[in-house]
């Protein structure tokens, strides 16, 4: 059963003082669905991405209270959960239960609320993403963890910091043309360099953003689309999710991302292409030496080769490779929660041929998401019509 | 929050002088507890042995910016070490700012709170 994406929509990203989880979510759900050309009784299925709202709120049970602001109460609603990969989770489960025959409307997104916390209450949230007591109780941060990989790297393959600071520049001047991009200033080598240190090698400028933002897609069959003479011409083709071991330490490789690699081969092989048949790519630039890591596993770059995308150009946007149009994590921002499917609302519209940042004829489209370090990472493709 | 009583017994056998790690009788893979299932052969063959006091430092990070717990002693560096057998942990740096990597470390633990533990790493030298 073909998949197809009828609408997406995104809310702007960055700081949303008089929102909440509930409202945010419904902007970007209702645009989606208008963008689809469907309303919201004709949801079947919604699976929602959030991760830290249990904290940040005190709300669990997300899945229920989006379906129910958003009126639609006649949908299964469900909330995902796999850390930052929590709505590329849900965008997989939506289309397997499309896939299966199973419904043929699945909303799917995902919506985070993290400025109102303060920022040590924020990172003290996302390390529950990281092992508890081997990683947190021994002081160990977010930034840290992505600190120990990327000293790994450098000094595996020699890479320097300005090698790395050259993906935070790529990343920034990609956002400043996104009109939903939350940080909308370029920034140059030596300005990564001189932002305070966070955890070294990384400065703030290597860091993604603290952000509240909402992502949603509408996902339906391809006789569903037809029935209701929708407009749809980019498909849902295939998607991998993997897992690693939950702790950095377990890892004999410190500068390798098993699970995004595993993914990897099952969406491929799902898709039935290879990483040379992708045109375009949104992936997990938490930090800038993770859109390193990713690019090597997702099988573009060779092993130690990752940092020639941004310093030679080769994931620009009209490189051999667009990698982040949309200015990535780093500039477009991170509500963990939605990223997943905020990736693919950036796909989705470059292969319609409608992104800010529009690279040339795409017809394969590719999203990675990682939870935590990499104990989780899902890779989701799309493809445009001819 | 809830004191994982594994991670206790663990903390402990370093206070001891008698830390464990554990390893498949079937593949040899080496692991830390709690385990029940190998994670590279999937037999339920894993063993507790004796593991070596100090260890080399494969990765480390000076940190700037913590989580509430710790927020009060930055900046403090994190190091991922390598112990003969194997198996690696993370740990807080004592005794030094910065540590080179390869850098032989001698593994500890403090108490912090009743029964909360931080894993150290002290230079040798």
Not at chain 1, 102 to 114: F, I, K, N, T
Not at chain 2, 91 to 120: H, I, M, N, P, S
Request: aromatic content about 6%.
């Amino acid at each position: 059963m073909t998949v197809q994406i009828a609408g997406v929509a995104s809310t702007p990203f960055g700081e949303h003082p008089d929102s909440s989880t509930r409202e945010l979510f419904t902007d970007a759900a209702l645009e989606a669905l208008e963008d689809a050309s469907l309303s919201v009784h004709d949801v079947e299925e919604l699976y929602a991405g959030n991760f830290i709202g249990d904290v940040t709120d005190d709300q669990g049970h997300v899945g229920a209270m989006l379906a129910d602001y958003l009126g639609a109460r006649q949908a299964a609603s469900m909330r995902t959960e796999s850390a930052c990969a929590s709505a590329s989770s849900a965008a997989r489960s939506g289309a397997q239960a499309i896939g299966a025959g199973d419904a043929d409307v699945a909303l799917v997104g995902g919506v985070e609320m993290m400025s109102a916390s303060g920022i040590e209450e924020v990172t003290d949230a996302l390390a529950n993403a990281a092992d508890n007591e081997y990683e947190n109780e021994a002081g160990l941060t977010f930034p840290g963890i992505y600190a120990l990989m990327a000293q790994a790297y450098v000094n595996e393959f020699d890479a320097t910091q300005e090698e790395l600071a050259a993906v935070a520049v790529k990343n920034y001047e990609n956002g400043v043309s996104n009109p939903i991009s939350q940080r909308q200033e370029e920034t140059d080598v030596e300005s990564v360099l001189d932002s305070p240190p966070v955890a070294t090698p990384l400065n703030l400028q290597d860091c993604c953003p603290i952000t509240d933002g909402a992502s949603a897609a509408v996902l339906v069959s391809e006789s569903y689309a037809e029935e209701r003479g929708l407009e749809t011409t980019v498909s849902f083709v295939g998607s991998g999710q993997a897992s690693d071991s939950l702790a950095l330490q377990d890892r004999p490789d410190l500068a390798r991302t098993r699970a995004a690699e595993r993914a990897a081969e099952d969406a491929y092989e799902r898709a039935g292409i290879g990483p040379d048949d992708v045109d375009v790519v949104e992936l997990h630039d938490c930090f800038t030496i993770a859109e390193i890591l990713a690019i090597e596993a997702l099988g573009f770059f060779e092993r130690g080769q990752g940092t020639r995308g941004a310093v030679e150009g080769e994931t620009a946007v009209d490189g051999r490779i667009p990698v982040n149009t949309s200015g990535g994590l780093l500039a477009k921002g991170h509500p963990v929660g939605a990223t997943g499917v905020a990736q693919i609302v950036e796909i989705t519209k470059q292969l319609e041929g409608r992104h800010p940042n529009q690279v040339e004829d795409p017809t394969v489209g590719l999203t990675h998401t990682v939870g935590g370090s990499g104990a989780s990472c899902v890779v989701n493709v799309l493809r445009g019509g001819e | 929050m809830i004191v994982q009583p594994w991670f206790v017994d663990f903390a402990e056998g370093i206070a001891d002088g008698e830390p464990v790690y554990l390893a498949c009788e079937d593949c040899d893979q080496v692991a830390l507890p709690p385990r029940a299932v190998c994670p590279e052969c999937g037999t339920r063959t894993l063993e507790e042995r004796p593991l070596s006091e100090t260890a080399t430092v494969t990765s480390s990070t000076r940190i700037f910016s913590s989580i509430p717990a710790f927020a009060d002693e930055t900046p403090y560096t994190v190091v991922i070490a390598t112990f003969d057998e194997g198996v690696r942990l993370t740990g807080q740096l004592r005794d030094a700012d910065e540590v080179e990597l390869g850098e032989t470390v001698a593994v500890g633990v403090e108490q912090r709170g009743d029964d909360e533990w931080l894993v150290t790493f002290s230079p040798t030298d």
